[in-house]
């Protein structure tokens, strides 16, 4: 997993999932971050050092996100978007920032809602 290569775009069936749809990139953006810094922070414990994430912090090299916060994440980008994050793209190239995972997982299609 090399923190700087792109993630390609999900080329999954959608999947009807229930849960917190968002109805923009930036709402997706924001939820994203609200959910880091907060319920997952509280769940998981931030070390005292530990800084609020933004849209461009590294979520894995700060301690943002460790091996269990990665499984709640993953429930969250499929509930906000409702479709299922599949498993090749379970990767830091895809979840290393808040700015990778609105990229590999938020679709901004005419007519499409994620």
């Known amino acids: 997993m090399r923190d700087g290569a792109p993630c390609d775009q999900a080329g999954t069936a959608r999947t009807a999932l229930q849960g917190p749809a968002v109805a923009s990139r930036q709402d997706f953006v924001n939820a994203l971050a609200e959910f880091i810094n907060g319920p997952l922070r509280a769940r998981h414990g931030a070390k005292a050092s530990w800084t609020p994430v933004d849209s461009r912090t ?24 409702g ?23 938020w679709l901004d299609l005419p007519g499409e809602r994620p």
């Open 58 to 81: 590294p979520l894995f090299s700060t301690g943002a996100i460790d091996s269990l916060g990665i499984l709640d994440l993953l429930m969250f980008v499929e509930l906000a978007t």
């Open 83 to 105: 479709r299922p994050v599949p498993f090749r793209m379970v990767d830091i190239r895809c979840f290393g920032t808040i700015e990778r995972i609105a990229t590999s997982f």
